[in-house]
Structures are given as C-alpha cells and as structure tokens.
C-alpha cells in the first residue's frame, strides 16, 4: 500500500529547496517519491477531552483515562491519525517517554527535516523540550517551532 503524505508543508519545503538548488523537475519528482514513505507526523493528546468532544473517546474512557493520567500518543499513517502507545504519567515524563519512543526513527530521519513542535506547552515541559533539542540522535538537531 503507497504511503500518501498528509503534511504537505513538509512536501512543499523538499520541493521549493531542490528547486532553489537548480534541480530539475525530473530529479525533484523522482527525490520527493523517495523522501515521502519517511515523512512520519505523531503527536502526544494532553488532554483525553480532546478525543471525547471529537467522538474518538466516550466520556467514562476519558474521565478514566485522565483520572489514571493516560496521555495517548496519535500518528498519521496514510492520511488517517491512528491510536499509538498510551504513555501514562505527568506531562513532564510523558515527553520524556515520547522522546524516547522516537530515537530509533530519527536514526533514519534527514536532519533538515526534523521538527519537534509544541502548543501551548507549561514553562516545565518546554524546558524538557529544548533540553531534547539539544541532543543529538544520530548527529542530528531537533528544530524547535
């Protein structure tokens, strides 16, 4: 099954960068085929209401879920989130966790475009991430956006 990328800034950004480099339209399609199968998006849910106001939980799962400190980790896999670990904790090993879980993929991962992106993060939890920023996983910077 053909992975699609569902992150078409990502696409973008690989695109305008060939072409500024003067590659031609042949050799940017045919980079960019091999580039998307290692496009890889996920991200850690703070909060399970999220998922229960969007109908992917029911109230009880959330208020357990949250009451038992369940943060579940959602990825993007052919342009469908879908339900990873379930990381268990305070924010704050949450990351760490998180982190962790996505070492081996960065081994793989072109070091210009790694992103690691928050929102609306604690002054703790950014902390944890620019310290995460700092660390090399296979020679390469996580960006943080």
């Known amino acids: 099954m053909e992975r699609v990328p569902r992150n078409p800034s990502r696409v973008r950004a690989i695109l305008s960068e060939m072409a500024k480099e003067g590659k031609n339209a042949l050799f940017i399609k045919e980079e960019t085929e091999k580039r998307i199968p290692r496009i890889r998006t996920s991200f850690v849910i703070d909060s399970l209401s999220y998922l229960q106001k969007g109908g992917r939980c029911s109230s009880v799962e959330a208020f357990l879920g949250s009451a038992m400190r369940i ?3 959602l990825r993007v896999e052919e342009g469908k ?3 990873g670990k ?3 904790g305070k924010m704050k090993r949450v990351y760490e966790l998180y982190y962790e879980s996505l ?3 960065m081994l793989d991962a072109d070091p210009k475009r790694v992103f690691l992106t928050h929102s609306g993060c604690d002054e703790t939890s950014l902390e944890l991430i620019r310290k995460s920023k700092s660390r ?4 390469q910077f996580f960006d943080l956006l």
Do not use: A, D
Request: glycine share 0%; charged share 30%; no cysteine.
């Open 103 to 105: 070492k081996n993929e």
């Open 81 to 83: 989130i879908v339900s």
């Open 136 to 139: 090399k996983t296979n020679s």
């Open 71 to 73: 943060h579940p980790v």
């Open 86 to 88: 379930k990381l268990r």
